[in-house]
């Protein structure tokens, strides 16, 4: 699966001739693309259906779905499913939403079903079975809010929800207080109890067990996809502030999946495994799920609790690991801080071992070594579960730092990948043997990309490096069959993204490199950011919750890629504050404003306040602003303000750039 020896050439894409035009750079492929971008999955499927069924033609009696089972109050060994019985079940289930009536479809001609809860064996059960009856999942954050779930349900009009037992209530209280109106039958993974049975008829709600919905009825028949049918719709915040559903058909994921195996992930196969636990209401996990089951590979689910991912690692011991930036960054200070604590001879070993890799990977690429790999990364490699032998990431942006340690202590490729809920996560990936880090490779087979210029930030297609060079920068734009087909019942976003030409303008900002032909995202077009964990920021939402404090006259929020939380600038309110708070604190009326800004008890104070307003208007946790920083001057129109008085974000950022940096270096 690569992680060689020695320093390879990579091409990654190559120039369509004849394809610049004014206002955008030449259009680029993958030198492994056809010319009508097409290419096959593994197991020859053109649609989940098929690659479910294919897999389990083949791989009947291999280990499919497994479970951490609970001995003595302790989650002990996992216990596997076979890809027949997941087949048998899912199919029966499938029977039991027809006879539900849950498979009718609307005046459009589809029919929806949400699933509401964490990763576990039930959730592709679940979806599965609506694959197998043309059903349209629906899926939703166990965390997420009720006005977004109202929002998803209402607008989808689904008439039935899976969900595990935790949840249950939460929907019995929504439909109670009348904001999901449309769902009248509840599937819960776990056995219903009397109480909540008649709880739920309380309110109009037939609420079934999952295994009771199986037993409805014994025969049936499948209602295959086509490649066109709509898989699902995964609402995502990622390019406005409310949220929006984009719509996936089977052609969509399937061409995704085709392109990323073309990539290099062709090599994985029925030995490999992975670990389930970054949320499959995400694209990423849910893609990287019917990609294994199509090659026959093994799906573990994590226990439930991220905080005690590092045993289900170690039980599961897993060949492959997709994460977060966030979670590796955990990773590289756990392992730096345990190196760091060595004495004596120990330290000296960790020392000269590290030493000894980062020559060689600088001098040939070499990841592996024989001696030390075995004296003294075994335990580092355990930490995995010691057989892993790709870890992948995407969502946001990542440490080369980190990426480079990560490499050398697990001894294996690390892989950086750049998608979008709307290109069904998997757009961009480098190679295997990459020894670049920061960078996201070229296009998979399956799509092409273009770079449009944003005059307003000064990216252009015409742009050089420092050696004169061409360097194209500007907004991505990706085009083909992986693309989503719309947003739902979203017409004018839908129009904003994609474009008559059928390009998805991502609002991510990259820079074609002039020495390797690999992109890099250096920035975004849009007022929205993701931060290291993946989650998108809307900046005006956030800052308009924090511009109702009296002490706030304007503010600029900011969030650095690689951090996992949210700085700002704020201008303080002059007149509320001489008034309100200066008298009471030692000034007096001739005490200039600069003086008073100066104050930490003054930051203390508005930092205070701010925080009432972010609990009132419900800010998430990643959504709060962390630290601040005082400008006593007022933004105007001769600076940082348009005619219109919005704040010009992009001048903001480079005005304060150096002040940024210094709150991200503070402790926090």
């Known amino acids: 699966m690569g992680g060689g020896n020695i320093k390879p050439k990579i091409e990654y894409m190559q120039e369509v001739p004849n394809s610049k035009i004014p206002g955008s750079s030449a259009i680029y492929r993958n030198p492994k693309s056809k010319a009508d971008l097409k290419s096959k999955i593994p197991s020859g499927g053109s649609t989940l259906y098929e690659n479910f069924i294919t897999a389990c033609q083949k791989f009947g009696s291999v280990r499919f779905l497994g479970t951490r089972q609970l001995v003595d109050n302790k989650l002990g060994e996992f216990a596997w499913k076979t890809h027949s019985e997941v087949r048998e079940k899912s199919q029966k289930l499938g029977f039991g939403l ?37 059903i349209t999942t629906v899926p939703l954050y166990d965390v997420q809010q009720s006005d977004t779930i109202s929002m998803i349900v209402n607008q989808t009009n689904m008439k039935g929800i899976f969900c595990s037992s935790n949840l249950t209530s939460n929907l019995i209280k929504l439909k109670t207080q009348g904001i999901i109106n449309a769902i009248h039958c509840i599937i819960q993974f776990e056995d219903v109890d009397l109480t909540t049975k008649s709880q739920g008829a309380e309110v109009g709600l037939k609420i079934i067990s999952l295994e009771e919905a199986c037993q409805l009825i014994n025969q049936g028949q499948d209602n295959p996809p086509n490649p066109d049918s709509w898989f699902t719709i995964c609402y995502t915040s990622g390019t406005t502030g409310k949220s929006k559903g984009a719509v996936i058909t089977h052609r969509n994921i399937v061409t995704m999946m085709a392109g990323m195996a073309d990539a290099g992930f062709g090599d994985i196969n029925h ?4 670990l389930s636990y970054l949320p499959l209401a995400h694209m990423l996990d849910r893609a990287v799920c019917h990609y294994l089951t199509g090659v026959g590979g093994g799906i573990g689910f994590f226990g439930g609790d991220i905080t005690k991912l590092k045993d289900d690692l170690a039980e599961l011991k897993p060949t492959i690991f997709v994460s977060v930036p966030r979670l590796y960054c955990r990773f590289y200070d756990a392992i730096n801080q345990m190196f760091n604590s060595a004495t004596g001879a120990k330290a000296v070993l960790i020392k000269k071992a590290l030493r000894a890799k980062q020559k060689a990977y600088k001098e040939t690429g070499a990841i592996n070594h024989a001696f030390w790999d075995t004296l003294v990364f075994k335990k580092v490699k355990a930490v995995l579960g010691g057989r892993v032998k790709v870890m992948l990431t995407g969502s946001a942006p990542i440490s080369g730092d980190v990426i480079n340690f990560l490499k050398l202590v697990f ?56 050696y004169g060079k061409p360097s194209p920068r500007g907004e991505i734009c990706m085009r083909g069959e992986p693309i989503f087909k719309l947003y739902y019942k979203n017409p004018e976003i839908t129009m904003e993204t994609l474009d008559s030409d059928g390009w998805l303008h991502t609002g991510d900002v990259g820079v074609l490199l002039p020495h390797n032909k690999a992109l890099k995202i250096i920035d975004r077009k849009k007022n929205f950011f993701k931060l290291s964990q993946g989650e998108y920021v809307a900046a005006e939402k956030v800052e308009n919750a924090y511009l109702k404090s009296y002490f706030v006259s304007q503010i600029f929020v900011y969030g650095d890629s690689l951090q996992y939380y949210l700085v700002a600038i704020v201008v303080p309110e002059e007149t509320y504050i001489r008034k309100h708070w200066a008298h009471d604190n030692g000034y007096n009326p001739e005490a200039s404003f600069e003086d008073i800004c100066q104050d930490p008890r003054l930051k203390l104070k508005i930092m205070e306040d701010m925080a009432k307003y972010a609990k009132e208007d419900k800010l998430l946790g990643f959504e709060i602003v962390k630290k601040i920083s005082i400008e006593p001057k007022a933004w105007t129109v001769d600076d940082l303000l348009t005619p219109t008085q919005k704040l010009m974000r992009y001048q903001a950022k480079v005005k304060y750039q150096d002040i940024i940096k210094a709150l991200y270096q503070e402790p926090l």
């Open 271 to 274: 030995e490999d495994s992975n």
């Open 98 to 134: 027809h006879q539900l009536g849950l498979t009718e479809l609307n005046e459009e001609g589809h029919s929806f079903i949400g699933i509401y809860s964490k990763n576990r064996y039930e959730w592709l059960v679940a979806d599965f079975a609506c694959i197998s009856q043309n």
């Open 411 to 466: 001894s294996c490729p690390f892989i950086e990948a750049y998608g979008q809920t709307e290109t069904c996560g998997g757009s961009f990936t480098t190679d295997f043997n990459e020894n670049e880090p920061g960078i996201v490779g070229g296009p998979v087979s399956t799509l092409e990309f273009k770079l449009m210029d944003v005059p307003d930030m000064n990216y252009l297609s015409t742009d050089v490096d420092e």
